[in-house]
């Protein structure tokens, strides 16, 4: 019995001088690899000790120790946990995690902020996934840490404010005004715009910074253009569904001012006109799949006339393979020339 109550004294003591031999980042920002917190570790002199990080000078300065070498004030200061200017810790090593460091200023306070910060320093409390901002309000231009924002603003400092950017990374924030301000920009309009239909009506801001832009085919024979964030969540699925080409969304300034184009529809069993020059408006209608190089098509098989785009038979499907009777083309109702001339075509072919 007294075997085991030596070995657990042993134990006992062995713990104790561990902890009393805690080693700790001694340093500051001045002291090379101080803010990587890649020195090498020092032993505290003082037993039961901990660890501390903070920043000095108002950010310019990172500090990291034993806690028991500060005065009593400050020891009082990074040992209370809701203040996040020090942090302690009581792990060997464990104060070096890395602090993160911003541009910090306002424009009206420092005319280089809007376009060259150069005020970078450590954010005033620390979170281990802390991230930069930089943001236009107004005329004003505001840098710094998501750590330092008012609670209400700390989940995302962007939350209504398209002219806002956050980023992981030291002084990641210094993107100029002029990137602040640049936003998706897309042609957003209805069918009852005449502009409309070929994509000519001015495009101006979406409500998000960071969008795409969709042109979509309704139901109805409809065209719209516009945001895809400003539609509903399943219209969203479809749009960015490059399997579903009843939409085409796409990246970049005003990409979605492509035309869709519109053809003559009909088969000998729809229509016992369609052999004819098609001048009736009426069967020339929006093509249901969208497709960038698509065209309209006029083809005469076993003597029988058809007409319709090209996307609607599928991808990549050409409407005319193994066919010399047959024409295609790319603007819209082009596709109205008659039998006549689609055989004249087909022999030009031969």
């Given at each position: 019995m007294w075997i085991k109550n030596y070995i657990f004294l042993i134990l006992v003591g062995a713990a104790a001088l561990v902890k009393a031999q805690i080693?700790?980042?001694?340093?500051s920002t001045d002291d090379p690899g101080c803010d990587e917190g890649t020195l090498a570790l020092t032993s505290c002199s003082t037993p039961d000790d901990?660890?501390?990080?903070?920043?000095?000078s108002?950010?310019?300065?990172?500090?990291?120790?034993?806690?028991a070498a500060l005065s009593p004030e400050e020891q009082t200061k990074c040992s209370d946990l809701t203040d996040r200017t020090c942090t302690v810790c009581s792990e060997s090593g464990?104060?070096?995690?890395?602090?993160?460091?911003?541009?910090?200023?306002?424009?009206?306070?420092?005319?280089?902020?809007?376009?060259?910060?150069?005020?970078?320093?450590?954010?005033r409390n620390f979170t281990e996934d802390d991230r930069c901002y930089a943001k236009i309000v107004g005329d004003e231009?505001?840098?710094?840490?998501?750590?330092?924002?008012?609670?209400?603003?700390?989940?995302?400092?962007?939350?209504?404010?398209?002219?806002c950017l956050t980023c992981e990374g030291d002084s990641c924030n210094g993107a100029d005004q002029d990137v602040l301000k640049t936003v998706t920009r897309c042609v957003q309009c209805k069918e009852?715009?005449?502009?409309?239909?070929?994509?000519?009506?001015?495009?101006?801001?979406?409500?998000?910074?960071?969008?795409?832009?969709?042109?979509?085919?309704?139901?109805?024979?409809?065209?719209?253009?516009?945001?895809?964030k400003k539609?509903?969540?399943?219209?969203?699925?479809?749009?960015?569904?490059?399997?579903?080409?009843?939409?085409?969304?796409?990246?970049?300034?005003?990409?979605?001012?492509?035309?869709?184009?519109?053809?003559?529809?009909?088969?000998?069993?729809?229509?016992?006109?369609?052999?004819?020059?098609q001048t009736d408006v009426a069967l020339s209608y929006y093509c249901g799949s969208f497709n960038l190089g698509n065209r309209c098509y006029s083809k005469l098989v076993d003597f029988e006339v058809t007409r319709g785009c090209a996307s609607d038979l599928g991808v990549n499907i050409d409407p005319c393979e193994g066919v010399d009777t047959c024409v295609t083309c790319s603007s819209d109702g082009c596709n109205s020339i008659s039998e006549a001339y689609i055989k004249y075509a087909g022999h030009a072919k031969r």
């Open positions: 080693s700790c980042l001694q340093c901990s660890c501390y990080s903070l920043t000095l108002g950010g310019f300065i990172l500090e990291r120790g034993c806690l464990c104060n070096r995690a890395r602090w993160h460091k911003c541009h910090q200023c306002s424009k009206s306070s420092n005319s280089m902020c809007a376009f060259h910060p150069n005020r970078v320093a450590f954010c231009v505001i840098r710094g840490c998501q750590s330092d924002l008012d609670l209400s603003e700390n989940q995302n400092p962007c939350d209504g404010n398209k002219y009852g715009d005449f502009r409309c239909v070929d994509g000519t009506t001015t495009n101006s801001e979406c409500d998000e910074r960071e969008d795409r832009c969709y042109i979509k085919m309704w139901r109805e024979g409809e065209l719209d253009r516009g945001c895809v539609l509903n969540q399943e219209e969203q699925a479809k749009c960015n569904d490059e399997s579903d080409r009843s939409c085409y969304s796409c990246f970049g300034r005003q990409c979605n001012s492509h035309r869709w184009l519109r053809c003559y529809h009909c088969t000998p069993g729809q229509n016992e006109t369609c052999a004819e020059e």
